[in-house]
């Protein structure tokens, strides 16, 4: 049975939370997909494992490279697929175009935008009539990490306000989820409650109707300790041993 943007709709009716990660490459997207996660993001968060700063400098082309990869590696879940900064929010055309050929190029059944009202509410609304899939993502949106730094956003009456208004137009857009990144727990949960799609948290508190988190930070592989996530295991430790071990044996002539 294969995930669809319907099945996350129907899992929020019933209770059932969703589990989402990151893939960049086919080897870390086939073994999520077998693990039985739900919705894998190409995020442009891949930017850590591409050994960028920030998300910007992603480019679409990049976005589209590791999601076909991603995609050769995925049987179950949703794959939902970045539009990386500038890539959509030049004009209508700009992000059907950028949409566009992610569908078409890479087999990926939605994309991702970042931003809420007034800005993205038209350009979702005329993707999703174009027969799009569209993922919203609001509150902390990294893609404005010079304007917003990476600070929780909400916190003020006026700031929750104003994110919960953002939710509700992006619903009405017609977005089959959204992302709610680094905000209270209890304005996730009032957006949880007033909606009837889906939300995915990630530093929004337990919530949401599911979770995503950032792979390379689950995994111990992310350099910098991350914001979110549990690191469930620590695979820089791992692969240092394995090096390390390797080049004694070949320099002690014990391998082969
Ligand atoms: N590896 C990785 N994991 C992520 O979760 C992630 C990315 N990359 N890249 C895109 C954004 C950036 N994210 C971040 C990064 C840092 C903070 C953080 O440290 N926030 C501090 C304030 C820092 C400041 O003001 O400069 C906080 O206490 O909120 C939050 C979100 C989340 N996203
Ligand atoms: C953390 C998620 C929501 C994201 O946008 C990304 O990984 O790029
Ligand atoms: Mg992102």
Redesign the pocket.
């Known amino acids: 049975m294969v995930v669809t943007t319907q099945q996350l709709i129907q899992w929020k009716q019933q209770g059932r939370s969703i589990v989402a990660l990151t893939a960049w490459d086919y080897a870390i997207a086939q073994l999520l997909d077998a693990a039985g996660v739900d919705l894998i993001l190409v995020g442009d968060?891949m930017?850590?494992v591409l050994g960028y700063e920030t998300?910007l400098p992603i480019t679409l082309e990049e976005m589209l490279y590791h999601a076909k990869s991603v995609r050769r590696g995925v049987k179950r879940a949703l794959v939902v697929v970045d539009l990386p900064f500038l890539t959509y929010q030049e004009s209508i055309q700009q992000a059907m175009h950028s949409a566009g050929l992610v569908l078409k190029e890479t087999g990926a059944q939605a994309v991702k935008l970042e931003g809420g009202y007034p800005a993205m509410v038209e350009t979702i609304a005329r993707l999703v009539q174009a027969g799009i899939p569209v993922m919203g993502h609001v509150g902390?949106t990294?893609q404005s990490v010079h304007q917003l730094?990476?600070?929780?956003q909400g916190k003020t009456q006026e700031t929750a306000e104003r994110i919960l208004n953002e939710a509700i137009a992006l619903e009405q857009a017609g977005v089959f989820a959204i992302v709610l990144?680094?905000i209270p727990a209890e304005l996730a949960l009032r957006i949880t409650q007033k909606l009837s799609i889906p939300t995915i948290g990630?530093?929004a508190g337990i919530h949401c109707n599911g979770q995503v988190l950032?792979t390379?930070?689950v995994l111990g592989l992310?350099e910098?300790h991350?914001?979110?996530?549990k690191v469930y295991t620590n695979l820089r430790e791992t692969i240092t041993k394995a090096v390390q071990d390797y080049a004694l044996e070949v320099r002690e002539q014990k391998f082969p």
């Open positions: 968060s930017a850590v998300t902390l990294p730094g990476l600070r929780q990144e680094h990630i530093g950032v390379s930070d992310s910098k991350p914001p979110f996530a």
